[in-house]
T-cell receptor, first 115, second 117 residues
Framework: GAGVSQSPSNKVTEKGKDVELRCDPI?????LYWYRQSLGQGLEFLIY????????KSGLPSDRFSAERTGGSVSTLTIQRTQQEDSAVYLC?????????????FGPGTRLTVL | AQKITQTQPGMFVQEKEAVTLDCTYD???????LFWYKQPSSGEMIFLIY??????QNATEGRYSLNFQKARKSANLVISASQLGDSAMYFC??????????????FGKGTKLSVKP
């Protein structure tokens, strides 16, 4: 079946602009995660959605970052007033909670470059 | 605080030989899961293998096995019969909710594996 998809694959923007990154999880997966991967910081957790529960936003680096998940499926990560330090690859993952494993499957990522 | 440590920034292995990638973890939780992911130069994160904290047997998936030593808090990845296509970054990761309840993954810094022909 189809894996996690993300769009766009690449995004170049100017400092101060807002950007939206999209994630389509694997069909039926109730959990969805956003991570950020940068050279300096490695892989960092940003936000986590599980079903209808309130999202875990504990990893968001500032209030310029927000995310929503509509209808329990597609998610959008929004970065307002982008800064150069926001340049990174943004990875989305989804999983289907089971007793034995909660393996997360990742999308190809969106490479964000802030000029 | 929870932490994953991968002490080998880079590793070389001869094709067809076995290689061990080190991973140690730090948590006071009793329930957790340990994962290894492969990230080739294309950037995609590929799930390799999983070990739950209560699993008594070491996990195996084809050429991958996880050497789980709970008392030492280590979860080393062993790749047998290395292939050129194994050249990639390898990340060890931990989640803190074993058994279905979700939690985010905490990643190590990664090990870059290069397989020599």
């Amino acid at each position: 079946g189809a894996g996690v998809s993300q769009s766009p694959s690449n995004k170049v923007t100017e400092k101060g602009k807002d950007v939206e990154l999209r994630c389509d999880p694997i069909s039926g997966h109730t959990a969805l995660y956003w991570y950020r991967q940068s050279l300096g910081q490695g892989l960092e957790f940003l936000i986590y959605f599980q079903g209808n529960s309130a999202p875990d936003k504990s990893g968001l680096p500032s209030d310029r970052f927000s995310a929503e998940r509509t209808g329990g499926s597609v998610s959008t990560l929004t970065i307002q007033r982008t800064q150069q330090e926001d340049s990174a690859v943004y990875l989305c993952a989804s999983s289907l909670p089971e007793r034995a494993t909660d393996t997360q499957y990742f999308g190809p990522g969106t490479r964000l470059t802030v000029l | 605080a929870q932490k994953i440590t991968q002490t080998q920034p880079g590793m070389f292995v001869q094709e067809k030989e076995a290689v061990t990638l080190d991973c140690t973890y730090d948590t006071s939780d009793q329930s957790y899961g340990l994962f290894w992911y492969k990230q080739p130069s294309s950037g995609e994160m590929i799930f390799l293998i999983y070990q739950g904290s209560y699993d008594e047997q070491n996990a195996t998936e084809g050429r991958y096995s996880l050497n789980f030593q709970k008392a030492r808090k280590s979860a080393n990845l062993v790749i047998s019969a290395s292939q050129l296509g194994d050249s990639a970054m390898y990340f060890c990761a931990m989640s803190l909710n074993y058994g279905g309840s979700q939690g985010n993954l905490i990643f190590g810094k990664g090990t870059k594996l290069s397989v020599k022909p």
